[in-house]
C-alpha cells in the first residue's frame, strides 16, 4: 500500500537512508504502486520496493555504513 509520509516508510528504510533518499524511495514506490496496480498485490509490492530502491541508487551508493549521494559525473 502507499505510503503517506517517510514517517511511514519501513523502519529499515527510515534508520538506514538520509531524509533526501527516503523522499525519493516514498515518491518511486508510490508511483510504481499507482503503474503497477494490475499486478497481483504481492507482485506489486515487491515491484514497487525494487523501483523505490533502483531511484534511491540512481542518486545514493553504500559508502561502508551509510548511504551518500552520489558526486556527479
Known sequence: MPYQSV????????AHLPRHAQEIYLGAFNGAWTQY???GPQR????????AWAA????YEK???RWILRKAD
Open 7 to 14: 514517517e511511514d516508510l519501513p523502519p529499515s528504510i527510515q
Open 37 to 39: 496496480a494490475r499486478r
Open 44 to 51: 506489486r509490492e515487491s515491484t514497487a520496493h525494487r523501483v
Open 56 to 59: 534511491v541508487k540512481r542518486k
Open 63 to 65: 559508502s561502508g555504513e
